[in-house]
């Protein structure tokens, strides 16, 4: 095929399973340098260890982050095992501590995946009421003596704040490696790795891409070490980010700032709104003084902003959310994500579980970044059907 000459100031998609080599030379020498430490051949092999593409954004994301690397992999989940992985030691595996407040899905996979299917150790650590007390933080340390913590720097659903800086300090103090998945705190209002975390991982798939319309997590660190395992154990479980995945991302995180200061603007507003409605009982935002975790949330990210997501309760229980939720969904939809560009909702205790979650009257909010005259005004609609 005939090359065709052009320019662009955008990373092509390079599509590519496999990249031509010139010589027998050339191919000897990128497989010894691949043996050596993954990616470092500055020729592309073979887009299962790496793409030209995907590299493009994950030197966006490092930036982003202020980290020394970045890896992307095919979803946010994927991501979390990536980065789990680069601790694992086999039979020389001790104990992993993770909060008990994070992601429905983790827990899930902690349980199903780390405990049942590979056999490790797992504690968690669980909030007092609606916080979490370093005390007793520092007494499961004490007695758990963990290798790994695992915990978010906002909790789904409850939207709870730990005293991170502290609870990384602990850990560290006590020789403990630290996974923080910042997806709800993004790198605009923290960046963990520079309060001593080891890696920091994000579901890509929401603010950073930002639109609902691709699935992708990212792994960054400083540790060549850790970047080494988790680029190996990424090319042999195959589970990095597609090219044209990699360069959507890219063209998103362009906007990923002036966007996600504006889901945090809507965010403080929609929350201020609700606490003043008669058919709320309850709002939860980090924002709001009201909140069990507002000091550290204040503490942690200053005047950033304090995220895009609010919980908020109905005093009608379940047959409130039934009305409010058939009054608006043409507006502000019901859909199992979140960071979106416009506002989604789900019922709590119908995703999450009643067990867990029984206050039947609980809707999550995830605030999007449209005209905030918009979103108040559907959300009203909403509670005037109540």
């Known amino acids: 095929m005939k090359q065709i000459n052009a320019s662009s100031h955008r990373t092509p998609i390079y599509r590519d ?3 031509p080599f010139n010589s027998l030379s050339d191919a000897e020498q990128a497989f010894i340098d691949e043996g050596q430490f993954p990616q470092s051949s500055p020729h592309s092999i073979y887009t299962r260890y790496g ?10 994301l490092s930036d982003l982050e202020g980290s020394h690397w970045s890896m992307l992999t095919s979803s946010g989940m994927s991501a979390i095992d990536t980065a789990l992985s ?3 030691k086999g039979l020389q595996t001790g104990t992993w501590l993770f909060f008990s407040e994070i992601y429905g899905g983790t827990n899930i996979y902690i349980d199903e995946i780390l405990r049942k299917t590979r056999g490790i150790q797992v504690e968690r650590f669980t909030p007092q009421a609606d916080s979490f007390n370093l005390n007793e933080f520092i007494e499961i340390l004490e007695r758990v003596k963990p290798d790994l913590l695992f915990f978010e720097s906002i909790s789904n659903p409850l939207l709870i704040v730990p005293d991170a800086r502290e609870v990384i300090k602990l850990a ?9 998945d910042n997806t709800f705190g993004t790198p605009s209002l923290w960046r963990p790795l520079q309060d001593g975390a080891d890696l920091v991982v994000h579901s890509a798939t929401k603010y950073l891409a930002g639109h609902g319309n691709l699935t992708a997590g990212v792994v960054s660190g400083n540790d060549e070490a850790l970047k080494k395992q988790a680029l190996k154990y990424r090319k ?3 589970c990095i980010l597609s090219p044209d995945d990699a360069y959507r991302l890219g063209t998103q995180l362009i906007t990923f ?3 996600f200061q504006k889901h945090c603007e809507n965010a403080m507003r929609i929350a201020t709104f609700l606490r ?9 935002y ?9 000091e550290q949330a204040v503490d942690l990210f200053g005047d950033k902003g304090f995220g895009a997501m609010v919980t908020f309760e109905l005093k009608g229980g379940r047959p409130a959310c039934e009305a409010f939720v058939d009054a608006i969904h043409n507006d502000v939809p019901y859909v199992l994500t979140l960071g979106d560009a416009g506002s989604i909702l789900l019922h709590i205790s119908t995703v999450f579980g009643r067990e867990k979650y029984p206050a039947e009257g609980m809707i999550r909010l995830s605030v999007g970044c449209e005209p905030y005259e918009k979103l108040e005004g559907s959300i009203s609609k909403g509670l005037k059907s109540i």
Do not use: W
């Not at 003043?276 to 939860?284: I, P, R, T």
């Not at 980090?286 to 507002?294: D, E, I, N, V």
């Open 276 to 284: 003043q409605n008669e058919h709320v009982s309850n709002v939860l």
């Open 17 to 19: 399973v496999g990249f």
């Open 236 to 238: 042999l479980t195959g």
């Open 172 to 180: 560290k103090e006590r020789g403990v490696r630290v996974i923080v």
């Open 286 to 294: 980090p924002g709001l003084p009201s909140h069990p975790t507002y």
């Open 86 to 88: 680069a601790f694992q």
């Open 51 to 60: 793409n030209p593409t995907v590299r493009a954004t994950e030197e966006a």
């Open 257 to 259: 700032e002036m966007r």
